[in-house]
């Protein structure tokens, strides 16, 4: 089972990215995903997080408002909209499945990994 993530890549300030995960290999009934990022020399930090089982979602303060995590109609993909970026959102981006459908951003609880995609915000 693989997640797989694409969509990152150099935006201005003040611009928008879309990130995509696939999550089409997962088989559990109920799951929750989650977008962490890892700055240069920074912990992995959770982004946000959305059930499968209703749609719930949770965000980090910092991005509260100007990111959106959604699925697609089919839940074989999980979108992470990302508006008004700024240089301090640079980062590698993650997407992770929880086999607990619980709304919650602790990297430790999170067993599956992609490989991460790079953005950059920058002028």
């Known amino acids: 089972v693989q997640l797989v993530e694409s969509g990152g890549g150099l935006v201005q300030p003040g611009g928008s990215l879309r990130l995509s995960c696939d999550v089409s290999?997962?088989?559990?009934?109920?799951?929750?995903i989650a977008w962490f990022r890892q700055g240069a020399e920074k912990e992995r930090e959770g982004v946000a997080v959305i059930s499968s089982s209703d749609g719930t979602t949770e965000y980090a303060d910092s991005v509260q408002g100007r990111f959106t995590i959604s699925f697609d109609d089919t839940k074989t993909t999980v979108y992470l909209q990302m508006n008004s970026l700024n240089p301090e959102d640079t980062a590698v981006y993650y997407c992770?499945?929880?086999?607990?459908?619980?709304?919650?951003?602790?990297?430790?609880?999170?067993?599956?990994w992609g490989q991460g995609t790079q953005v950059t915000v920058a002028s």
């Open positions: 992770s499945s929880d086999s607990a459908d619980l709304l919650r951003l602790d990297p430790t609880d999170f067993g599956l």
């Open positions: 290999g997962l088989s559990f009934d109920d799951y929750a």
